[in-house]
């Protein structure tokens, strides 16, 4: 049996509805080297009994990091997920993104030493969040824009993150004004460069955590590459309660000093330095 190559790290806290739905999503991947490992923020039994009853069911190894709910620690949980992880390259995401059947293979063609990848994901309406079944992952057919536009998508520039092949993804890759940024919800990167890193500052909550990351891996001296319309999710809405103006605040006095004092490595992270 080979080692494992690729570690999928998905967030989640209290959503084993739109979980389940991810690991789905993973379960039909065509590049199959890889492990799922679980970052749950301190969700009650019911996501565990999930994870229990789907390790059953699904090809890939699943790794379940919890820790007790003590408001929003993602970055803490992320932490441990990172240095539990077994892949050499880690793909970051979350527990209420789908990710379409190339995904995987998209991150691991593009990736590159000295470099991390930047994705984005495409926002689904709830109406049809709640309506994609199992069936519908597994066929693929909840990411044919014809499929999505039957049960209620409006026409969009932003479809063609769906529907974007060949060169005009190429082209949309490179002239998006979006800026290639660590985006936990869709971006990847060698460990070594996240250990290097110090991993999450764990000081920080909900808004540019992940950004931060990706501002000290420029520090450090790597690039991004823009895969925005190659590697595919479908983003399953939800509430936001857990956001508060002073979590964003002080994020970005944090990123302040990331960014003027250039720092390569956070003290708060996986080890306290």
Request: charged share 25%; proline share 3%; with cysteine.
């Amino acid at each position: 049996m080979q080692p494992i190559d690729t570690s999928v790290i998905i967030s989640t806290y209290n959503n084993p509805k739109w979980l389940e739905k991810v690991l789905w999503s993973f379960d039909v991947q065509t590049y199959q080297n890889f492990e799922v490992v679980i970052a749950d923020d301190g969700s009650n039994n019911e996501t565990a009994e999930l994870i229990t009853s789907i390790r059953e069911k699904v090809n890939f190894p699943i790794q379940h990091i919890w820790h007790e709910d003590n408001g929003f620690q993602k970055t803490i949980i992320l932490n441990k997920a990172t240095v539990a992880s077994k892949g050499n390259y880690l793909v970051y995401t979350d527990g209420d993104c789908m990710a379409r059947n190339d995904f995987l293979q998209v991150h691991i063609n593009k990736r590159e030493i000295g470099y991390f990848l930047s994705g984005g994901y495409f926002k689904l309406p709830m109406d049809i969040s709640k309506l994609i079944s199992e069936d519908d992952i597994k066929t693929q057919r909840c990411f044919d824009i014809d499929w999505l536009k039957t049960h209620g998508l409006k026409s969009s520039f932003k479809n063609n993150k769906i529907t974007a092949k060949g060169l005009k993804q190429k082209l949309l890759n490179a002239l998006t004004p979006t800026t290639a940024t660590w985006n936990g919800h869709n971006a990847s990167g060698y460990k070594t460069d996240i250990i290097d890193a110090n991993g999450y500052d764990e000081r920080m909550q909900y808004g540019g955590e992940d950004r931060e990351l990706g501002e000290r891996l420029f520090n450090a001296g790597l690039n991004a590459k823009q895969v925005r319309y190659s590697a595919i999710c479908l983003h399953l809405d939800h509430e936001r309660g857990y956001v508060k103006p002073e979590m964003i605040e002080r994020n970005l006095k944090i990123r302040a000093t990331t960014k003027n004092d250039k720092l390569t490595k956070t003290p708060f992270g996986i080890v306290k330095l």
